[in-house]
């Protein structure tokens, strides 16, 4: 005896069902078969998988709903939190851009002509009591994470100085700054060149930071101003730039600075570079500079002798120091209208 299988279809499940047949009548019934095709379905035990089909028929085939699922899910692996939509900061930008180079002087392209370098003193007569300095600006728009990273080296070095202590440290910094800046412009506006000269000319707390710039001492020429007062006049501000002077050959801005620890990149600087372009910008609108400057060094010098980091800022660079300096700007100068409305 065969086995023929059939298989039947009852709403998506698949049910196998089994029909004997004698194996001799086998190939007779297949040819015999009517061309009229049976429905499968007549033949189903309707009474025998009335259970199967009531099964599959009804909604209630789990207690799972698609609440239930949502709460076994955050039970397991927690809420979802959705991503939030990513904000794009907007840059912000001074109210008045103010030009940075005055289009009727010249930049110069060529070496000057030979001559001692400008010294304007800082004179706070004739009017000037009133116009506040690019580092009194810088300091009183400091941010608030500046803020705090100052106050915390303060309180560090109070912790470990004293009080008398941290104030004598402090006037120990600016006395070795006056003295530096003192030893850089006798060896700037002298013919001989740091190479003629003994460290020991030096008063010892500077001869470090002598030794430290001595290479970068070699690559200036042209000196064209040393400790001299620049004023914005439009913009109401001055400042004493520290020397302008060519650097492999690039006339420059130049703001000298000493440091304890090492600092390779210009993000080391902190404000030092809108300080460059502050001065810059004076001293591009002052009428007692007849050129005009595009670009900036800043030079950090250390105690050790160890080489100094040269940080340039080229035109582009100045340009973008420029833009925060003025946002700097107007945040001081609103801050002192609203002190006097008080």
Known sequence: MFTFKRVLCVRGII?????SLPVSHFSAYHCLRSSKRRSPYSSVDTERYSSLVKSVMSTRVSSQTPETLQAEDD??????????????AKTRVPKVLHPFLDCQEPIETEEPESGPPARILLNRGQGRSLVPS???????????????????????MIAELGEEGFKEYSQNLFRQGKLFHSALEDVLTSHATWKDRSPSEYPP???????????????????????????????????????????????????????????????NTYDNPLQVAAYAGALNSDANYKYQV?????????????PAHAHQLNSELMLEYWKTWLLRLEEFTEQRSSAEKR
């Open 134 to 156: 690019v580092t009194r600006i810088l300091q009183q728009t400091l941010s608030p994470d500046q803020i705090f990273y100052l106050e915390r080296w303060r309180k560090k």
């Open 205 to 267: 707390e500077v001869q470090g930071y002598m030794q430290s710039v001595s290479d970068i001492l070699e690559d200036i020429r042209a000196v064209r101003a040393i400790e001299s007062t620049v004023q914005h006049e439009t913009l109401n501000y001055l400042g004493v730039v520290d020397c302008v002077a060519r650097y492999r050959g690039v006339l420059c801005v130049i703001d000298w600075k000493t440091s304890d620890k090492p600092k390779p990149f210009l993000s």
């Open 294 to 306: 595009e670009n900036g060094l800043i030079v950090v010098a250390y105690k050790d002798g160890s």
């Open 15 to 19: 049910v196998p069902q089994s029909t």
């Open 75 to 88: 039970q397991i692996y927690g809420p979802v939190v959705k991503a939030q939509t990513p904000t794009i």
